[in-house]
Structures are given as structure tokens and as C-alpha cells.
């Protein structure tokens, strides 16, 4: 027979399941602690993400006034030197060269800006490239033939800047 008394034993099984649901308890209080820590990590990572995408943005904007204001200061200062060439040719009493070196100037400033004029006189029309202003009949040429340009058209870096304003060769069908 058993010495230990029926309350004991129960009262021992209650232990035993006090202290097993105790440890599990303490184990989910851990994991719960665990989660909480990895939340506020990633919640910090988040947020410094968020600040360093902001700063990102400042950054770039500062940047881009910074290249806006450099690229109009260059083309002003550009502005300024044929304004000022421009008074001159008007004061001189014979303006042609003061007119001259004005598009000199000019000229320098497109080829080092890489701005090339479209030669279209004669060539055959190219609607990427040529606006046709209008149309006339002559019998000694092909249609679509560039006869006359009425506002010259450019290039910069070979993409269309400005298109050539043309008259285009259009003969009626016979």
C-alpha cells in the first residue's frame, strides 16, 4: 500500500502543472519581450530609413537648384557679353563690325554648346526635322524638295532643337 496520502499526490500533480505552466508562461513572456525588441528595432531601422529618405530629397533638390542657377548664370553672363557688344555696334558709326564680332561670338558659343545648323536647301523634306511652311508648284524639281528656308532649324547634341521653317516642292498630278 501507498504511504503518501491521496491530497498529497494531487496536490504534487497540481505543482508539477503549476511549475510547467509557469515555465511556459515565462517562456512566452520572453518571446513576447523578444518580439517587442525586434518591433522597436525594426521600427528605429524604419524611421531612420524614412529621415535618411528625406535627407535624400533635400540633398537632390539642393543640387538641382544648385545646377539650375550655375547653367543661368553661365548662359546670362552669355546674354551680358552680347548685350554689351550689341551697345557698342549701335554707339560706332559704322556698326558692321561691331555686328561681326557679334556673331562670331555667337557662332563660338553654338559650336561650343554643340548647337549645328540643319542645311536643308535642296534635300528632300523630312518631317522629323523640317516644318514646311507651304507648298509651290515648280515642274523643275521632284516633290517633297526643300526650295527655300524660311527660319533656319538646329540641332543640339544631334536632336532636334528648333526645325527648319521650309517651302517644299509640291507639283500637281498630272
Request: charged residues 45%.
Amino acid at each position: 500500500m501507498s504511504t503518501k496520502k491521496p491530497n498529497d499526490e494531487r496536490k504534487n500533480k497540481c505543482d508539477k502543472k503549476t511549475d510547467s505552466l509557469r515555465k511556459e508562461l515565462n517562456k512566452l513572456k520572453d518571446e513576447i519581450n523578444k518580439l517587442k525588441q525586434e518591433s522597436k528595432e525594426k521600427d528605429d531601422k524604419l524611421f531612420r530609413s524614412y529621415a535618411d529618405l528625406q535627407n535624400y530629397k533635400k540633398r537632390t533638390e539642393k543640387e538641382s537648384q544648385y545646377k539650375e542657377s550655375e547653367t543661368k548664370k553661365k548662359y546670362l553672363s552669355e546674354l551680358i557679353e552680347l548685350k554689351e557688344l550689341l551697345k557698342r555696334a549701335y554707339e560706332d558709326k559704322d556698326p558692321r563690325a561691331g555686328l561681326q564680332l557679334m556673331l562670331n561670338n555667337l557662332e563660338n558659343f553654338f559650336e561650343k554648346e554643340q548647337i549645328k545648323y540643319i542645311n536643308c536647301v535642296g534635300k528632300t523634306f523630312d518631317h522629323n526635322i523640317h516644318h514646311a511652311v507651304t507648298t509651290i508648284e515648280k515642274n523643275d524639281c521632284e516633290d517633297g524638295t526643300i526650295v527655300e528656308e524660311v527660319k533656319k532649324g538646329y540641332l543640339i547634341y544631334d536632336k532636334l532643337l528648333r526645325p527648319s521653317q521650309v517651302i517644299v516642292v509640291k507639283n500637281k498630278v498630272k
